[in-house]
């Protein structure tokens, strides 16, 4: 029984509170606030309900001038700047396809964002002497953020990692290890052989060719784990790279190119090639594709998708004050106010990149002079 009537309490509150700001703003457009220079009578009690809707869809910068909500999650390019998670893999597919050059690209991204923060705030003011008043403010905070999320792969060059499990690829783990299994052993025999005098070694000209190929083809096995995620020994990195060159893009074709031309060289050497390939996506990205990026926790973003958010009727930061009346005359009165906010409200979600919290959670003092 108390439950419902603290429901039905709150739901009055608010509607009343709702056909309060709609008539205020019908009735004439704001004005400034006037300095509030009074103190309450000892034993008075004031209590007041001020909401405050904010509506945006803009932010400031830094240099003063707007710009749009969603511009930290909008690229022409997606890559890198979007996912930290492909750095390493940028760094392997350089090094396999001999292009120092290479940046992903999922496609260009598209964010539209709208936020409204409301505060339904509920202020209490008691006098307790002529000249001192208690203040407090306890609010009541609903944030909600309208998401629009769209992706546009026409000039993406990658899809998804055969190996992670969205993939679908239920073979590509197995056609992975088997490759870096093929590359280990291949090293070890022409370490063999360089330690055992052939290949016309230590000084003979197959003797260099032969050391180089051996660190190649270490170094190709390191970028292997690079892009893919996994290991030597079969295991999986927590943090799967999401995304590998298209088998069709230049990357792709490098990478297949470089793999074909170590094993020729081995063979080259009496060593035996690689039978082992590198199982690379063969379509693009689409909006789903990068929500499960965010999603899956095999990816380790561990995030809420980018969609429609909202907080509803959380505490805000509580704020605790004073009033000090230093002069109170016909003509002229001036107000000394303190105020405490406390760290009572909740800050947005890391794990949400479009949260919006209800609070800044720290402890801040504000003095003042009416």
């Known amino acids: 029984m108390k439950s419902r009537m603290t429901r039905l309490l709150r739901d009055i509150v608010f509607g009343a509170a709702t056909a309060v700001v709609l008539a205020g703003g019908a009735a004439a457009p704001a004005t400034a606030q006037y300095p509030d220079t009074y103190v309450l009578p000892r034993g008075v009690l004031r209590v007041s309900f001020e909401p405050l809707l904010s509506n945006y869809d803009e932010r400031l910068r830094s240099d003063g001038e707007t ?3 969603g511009t930290d999650l909008t690229f022409d390019s997606a890559g890198v700047n979007f996912f930290a998670a492909l750095l390493a893999p940028r760094v392997a597919v350089r ?5 120092p050059n290479y940046k992903f690209n999922a496609g260009a991204f598209r964010t539209v964002l709208d936020a409204d923060v409301r505060h339904f705030p509920f202020n209490f003011q008691l006098g307790i002497s002529g000249r001192l008043t208690l203040t407090a403010s306890i609010p009541i905070v609903t944030t909600r953020i ?17 190996v992670a499990p969205t993939s679908g690829d239920a073979s590509a783990l197995s056609q992975v290890s088997t490759l870096l299994n093929e590359l280990g052993t291949s090293a070890s025999a022409l370490g063999a052989l360089i330690s055992s005098g052939g290949l016309d ?7 260099a060719a032969a050391q180089d190929l051996m660190g190649r083809v270490i170094g190709m096995q390191a970028n292997v784990t690079g892009l893919t995620g996994v290991n030597t020994d079969g295991t999986i990195s927590p943090e799967l790279p999401p995304f590998a060159p298209l088998d069709s893009s230049a990357a792709g074709q490098a990478i297949g190119s ?18 082992g390939t590198l199982p690379l996506p063969s379509a693009r990205l689409s909006v789903e594709d990068v929500q499960a990026v965010l999603t899956t ?16 009727q959380r505490l805000g930061d509580l704020e605790l004050g004073a009033r000090w009346g230093l002069v109170s005359k016909p003509s002229f009165r ?11 409200g909740t800050r947005d979600l890391p794990s949400h990149f479009v949260d919006i919290g209800t609070g800044d959670k720290q402890t801040d003092v504000e003095l003042g002079l009416d």
């Open 95 to 99: 090094s396999l396809a001999g292009d």
């Open 146 to 162: 309208q998401v629009g999320f769209s992706v546009d792969s026409t000039n993406a060059s990658v899809g998804w990692n055969q």
């Open 201 to 207: 070694c230590p000084s003979g000209p197959q003797c």
């Open 67 to 69: 710009e749009l909500l």
């Open 334 to 344: 001036a107000v000394l106010s303190t105020k405490v906010r406390l760290p009572t």
């Open 258 to 275: 470089s793999i074909l031309g170590i094993s020729n060289q081995l063979q080259g050497l009496g060593v035996t090639g690689l039978t």
């Open 297 to 312: 926790p095999a990816f380790g973003y561990n995030a809420f998708p980018l969609e429609f958010r909202k907080v509803t």
